[in-house]
């Protein structure tokens, strides 16, 4: 790290490497990658065309996803999810049920489950 120099990390990224433990700097550039190749997030929808809903091209979401002050959210938990074949269960703490939102590979197999709480603001791995 530079001297004098704060480099941030998106909570989730640093959420996903407690469970992953491949560095949070590297998640994200990996997840940005399986992005920028068009892999699939979501069954039946390119995934240019969800990141163009998120904003003006899927390039600009790229490139501003590799930003390290941007957050992440549902996309890449979703790519983390086919990457690393995992399961993220991600509690909601918004509101007063705490409903749990359930994230699957999209080939449904999976070797892991790991359990994340978000606040709508901040992402923290549940232990």
Not at 8 to 36: A, H
Not at 42 to 60: M, V, W, Y
Not at 66 to 82: H, L, P, Y
Request: hydrophobic share 35%; net charge positive; glycine share 8%.
């Amino acid at each position: 790290m530079l001297k004098g120099v704060k480099i941030y990390m998106s909570c989730l990224f640093n959420s996903l490497n407690y469970f992953i433990g491949e560095g949070s700097f590297e998640i994200r550039e990996k997840i940005c990658n399986y992005l920028q190749e068009n892999n699939p997030v979501i069954d039946g929808l390119e995934t240019n065309f969800i990141l163009k809903l998120e904003s003006n091209s899927a390039e600009q979401y790229i490139s501003n996803m590799r930003k390290t002050s941007t957050w992440g959210g549902a996309i890449e938990i979703q790519c983390a999810c086919n990457i690393w074949g995992i399961q993220v269960n991600v509690k909601n703490y918004r509101n007063k049920n705490g409903k749990t939102i359930e994230f699957v590979p999209l080939n449904k197999t999976h070797n892991k489950t790991i359990h994340i709480y978000w606040t709508g603001g901040h992402y923290e791995p549940i232990h």
